[in-house]
């Protein structure tokens, strides 16, 4: 079991897979993060045309994808507002699967993941199913349980345009066994109301995410005032815990930055979290300097070491193999 008990270490997040060494969201980026040790692969799901969920970080796809190059899609180029943003792409949700499966990824960020360009143009975009799918096989070959953990993109804007993500979620991961409150799944979201419905049709684990700014875009749209700072208050945590196994937060909520980005103090959110049984898993733990902290330049390992040391339940990682080798975990 993967799943986090008193004196087990804290679970390796496979952020996008193992997105530091092969583009994200691919099976090559998931299946490498498993070979690496991994715990969890994590997916990012949004809706094709005819309602089958697949990985992308985006529903506009011209930064992950070759779509700009498909003169044949040309005319599918649009803008549309998502989440209250005004974006210009490509969007999955006017594909159908098979037209996507056309396509080829590409590196979100090659100016810093040259190497990784070097698989442009040679992966497709995965399902959900198919990333299921991988994980099974490579769960029987190494005899040990890998567990997904699939967030859901946008689930608000989706439910506007008819393709609500929730149900096919729930109904892919039934028909593939995963089932009950110690199931190897902790599923994901931005936005609450829609993890406050899904704990009425499931008993899968879920976690709330809080960003370090801003608010839950179904707050905004019901005209809620509440900020994402006052769910991680003593009594938001309370009310997360109704219908939440877990938080997934932004570091810097844990332990904030200078305006020089030095490391300040730690906060008490990682002991407020567990006094009232949440887990807390934390993101996005990168190698490259741009994303460090001053005090961890040219040291990836060594902000995983401080981490850990605050007793966080897991990590999100696009180096999985790098969290393998900190000494506190």
Not at 92 to 121: C, H, M, S
Not at 128 to 141: A, G, H, M, N, Y
Not at 157 to 165: A, H, P, R, T, W
Not at 255 to 276: E, Y
Request: hydrophobic letters at 35%.
């Amino acid at each position: 079991m993967v799943k986090n008990f008193p004196g087990t270490p804290p679970i390796i997040i496979a952020h996008r897979g193992a997105s530091g060494y092969r583009p994200e969201h691919t099976l090559a980026a998931y299946e490498l993060a498993i070979a690496l040790g991994c715990d969890y692969v994590e997916p990012d799901l949004v809706s094709t045309k005819d309602g089958v969920l697949i990985a992308r970080h985006e529903n506009e796809i011209s930064e992950t994808t070759n779509v700009a190059d498909r003169p044949e899609f040309a005319h599918l180029q649009t803008t549309k507002i998502i989440d209250g943003e005004s974006k210009t792409g490509w969007f999955t949700e006017d594909f159908t699967l098979a037209e996507l499966k056309t396509l080829r990824a590409k590196e979100r960020i090659p100016q810093l993941r040259q190497q990784n360009t070097a698989y442009d143009g040679l992966l497709e975009i995965p399902t959900l199913q198919e990333i299921i799918d991988l994980v099974k096989i490579r769960s029987t070959q190494s005899n040990r349980t890998i567990g997904i953990y699939p967030e859901t993109k946008h689930p608000t804007y989706f439910q506007s345009i008819g393709l609500s993500l929730e149900e096919p979620l729930l109904a892919t991961l039934q028909a593939n066994d995963y089932q009950g409150a110690n199931a190897p799944v902790f599923i994901q979201s931005f936005e609450v109301s829609n993890l406050q419905y899904l704990s009425t049709k499931t008993d899968l684990p879920l976690v709330q995410l809080i960003n370090a700014g801003g608010q839950p875009y179904d707050f905004v749209v019901n005209g809620n005032v509440r900020t994402y700072a006052d769910l991680i208050t003593t009594s938001g945590l309370a009310a997360i815990r109704k219908y939440a196994q877990a938080i997934g937060v932004h570091k810097n909520l844990l332990i904030p930055r200078d305006n020089t980005n030095k490391l300040l103090s730690p906060t008490s959110l990682v002991t407020d979290a567990h006094a009232v049984s949440l887990l807390v898993h934390v993101w996005t733990f990168r190698n490259e300097d741009i994303f460090l902290p001053l005090d961890f330049q040219g040291n990836p390992q060594g902000e995983y070491d401080l981490f850990f040391s605050l007793g966080i339940d897991g990590v999100f990682s696009d180096y999985p193999d790098t969290v393998k080798k900190s000494k506190n975990r």
